[in-house]
Antibody, heavy 120, light 107 residues
């Protein structure tokens, strides 16, 4: 079945750029039926949608994160990526990647999540 | 952005009890609502989509209802494995948003 796995540094310094990759296995990222999304969860808090991307491009991000978010896709590697610039301690969170329906915009399945801590 | 308000934020209950969690949207979202279950240290798991459609493999004791601005998730008879945090999510419009969560604890 489809599986997603996040990877990237677990510690990022303030003001630097957080970079994560999600590898999709058991299916193709080039499906016309899905977006590929990022969601985060600060420790002990709720879920926040970060953004998504279609296999052909056209990323969309949460306006609350303004212009700090860049999402890209690499169909040759069946991966998509997240970059979050100018991070602060408030960006410390578990970051999840997930598949999102093109029209049915719920998330399923999810990756296991990766904790990213912003600290000097 | 559409805000989702869940209530209660937490509840203590017993195995076998009927549990109802509500999710209220700040504006109408038709039936564009999903429910997730999250256990500690794990990713959320999809339970319900389109407000009332049960995801494949999810026990039938879970059900969802509602449309417009008011939605409910009901667990008809709580089982030990159901103690978790539950989140609603609207997908009517971007940005996609989640409710604040409801933690279901053992009394």
């Amino acid at each position: 079945q489809l599986q997603l796995q996040e990877s990237g540094p677990g510690l990022v310094k303030p003001s630097e750029t957080l970079s994560l990759t999600c590898t999709v296995s058991g299916g193709s990222i080039s499906s016309s039926s899905y977006y590929w999304g990022w969601i985060r969860q600060p420790p002990g808090k709720g879920l926040e949608w970060i953004g998504n991307i279609y296999y052909g491009g056209s990323p969309y991000s949460n306006p609350s994160l303004k212009s700090r978010v860049t999402i890209s896709v690499d169909t040759s590697k069946n991966q998509f990526s997240l970059k979050l610039s100018s991070v602060t301690a408030a960006d410390t969170a578990v970051y999840y990647c997930a598949r999102q329906g093109f029209l049915e915009r719920w998330f399923d399945p999810w990756g296991q999540g990766t904790l990213v801590t912003v600290s000097s | 952005a559409i805000q989702l308000t869940q209530s209660p934020s937490s509840l203590s209950t017993s195995v076998g009890d009927r549990v109802t969690i509500t999710c209220r949207a700040s504006q109408g979202i038709s039936s564009a609502l999903a429910w997730y279950q999250q256990k500690p240290g794990k990713a959320p798991k999809l339970l319900i989509y389109d407000a009332s459609s049960l995801e494949s493999g999810v026990p039938s004791r879970f059900s969802g209802s509602g449309s417009g601005t008011d939605f409910t998730l009901t667990i008809s008879s709580l089982q030990p494995e159901d103690f978790a945090t539950y989140y609603c999510q609207q997908f009517n419009s971007y940005p996609l948003t989640f409710g604040g969560g409801t933690k279901v604890e053992i009394k």
